[in-house]
């Protein structure tokens, strides 16, 4: 039986791979407790002792504010590391899978990203993302490397369960407009990835792909938001949230520290055309994921 290590174990994608890629293989998954990716000896020794066939890093410092200050830390995890576990996956010939970011792109595209557009990050996250995949593809290990976007669930730090609190606080919400996306449920990213490693089970020697892995359709964080509270009211007809109205404005009426891209939407057919998978529309997954959490 195959060995998978997982990485990220409270991480919103990490935690749904553990159910995903259980049938697959024997899973170890391992937290920052277990294993801090910000100590190089200590990956190389954990992960030579656990001799994975197959490695899913789903582990990153996400703080995409955060990092403007703190770009050492994240160059680490999200650079450094990657890197060192490339090169344990080329000792090995294990495959190593890693999730990446439409944080790579300035977002000055007017049509969808693709894997071969020219990358351009604005901030420190998007730069050490871009950093970590330049890694792994330099040390020319079995790997695939996954782009995604706008991830939410029912557990960790993301937009859904953020717009749920703040419409049970809040009569009024002013949320971003001019910035477009796909959501993209941490489940169906979970189910794909496990889709995508069960047609590599033969020679995986040779493999070696960067793909975008994000929902179809295509909202605003603005759109997002009402679509939750939508969701939320259809789901729950008896407990109303406070929330009034939604206003749309620029993304220049909330300034982060992080810059962001105003287009995050990424082109899947690569992945479709090569594994033949495809994520179902970002409306009916939010939807799945807001019917299970009740
Ligand atoms: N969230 C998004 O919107 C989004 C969008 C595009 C791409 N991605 C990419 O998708 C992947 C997964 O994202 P996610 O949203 O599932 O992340 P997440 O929920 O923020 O979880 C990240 C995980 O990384 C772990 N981690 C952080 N620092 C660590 C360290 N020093 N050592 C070991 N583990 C550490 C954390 O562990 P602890 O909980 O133990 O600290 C956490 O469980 C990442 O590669 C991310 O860049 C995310």
Not at 112 to 133: M, Q
Not at 181 to 206: F, K, L, N, Y
Not at 269 to 282: E, H, I, N, R, T
């Amino acid at each position: 039986m195959q060995k998978i290590l997982i990485l990220g174990k409270q991480g919103q994608i990490a935690w749904e791979l553990q159910m995903t890629l259980a049938s697959l293989g024997h899973v170890t998954v391992l937290g920052s407790q277990q294993l801090d990716l910000a100590s190089p000896d200590a990956i190389r020794a954990q992960v030579r002792s656990i001799q994975p066939d197959i490695i899913v890093n789903a582990a990153a410092y996400t703080a995409v504010d955060k990092a403007e200050s703190e770009s050492e830390l994240c160059l680490s995890i999200n650079a450094i590391a990657p890197g060192i576990l490339a090169e344990l996956a080329r000792e090995s010939q294990s495959l190593l899978v890693h999730y990446s970011t439409d944080y790579v792109f300035d977002g000055t595209n007017t049509s969808p990203y693709r894997e071969t557009d020219a990358t351009n990050p604005l901030s420190v996250y998007g730069a050490s993302k871009l950093a970590g995949e330049q890694a792994i593809i330099q040390a020319d290990c079995p790997h695939l490397i996954l782009r995604t976007t706008w991830v939410y669930g029912n557990r960790g730090k993301n937009f859904l369960l953020t717009i749920l609190r703040l419409a049970a606080e809040k009569t009024e919400l002013k949320i971003v407009a001019d910035q477009i996306g796909s959501p993209t449920w941490s489940r169906s990213i979970a189910e794909a990835t496990a889709q995508i490693i069960a047609q590599c089970h033969d020679d995986r020697s040779s493999l070696r792909g960067l793909y975008n892995l994000s929902a179809a359709g295509t909202t605003s964080w603005h759109g997002f938001a009402s679509e939750i509270v939508d969701r939320y009211r259809s789901i729950n007809p008896d407990l109303d949230l406070s929330i009034e109205q939604i206003l749309p404005i620029p993304a220049t009426d909330y300034p982060t520290p992080a810059q962001r891209p105003a287009n995050s939407v990424l082109d899947n057919s690569k992945l479709l055309a090569d594994f033949g998978v495809q994520l179902p529309d970002w409306k009916l997954s939010l939807a799945q994921c807001m019917q299970k959490s009740g």
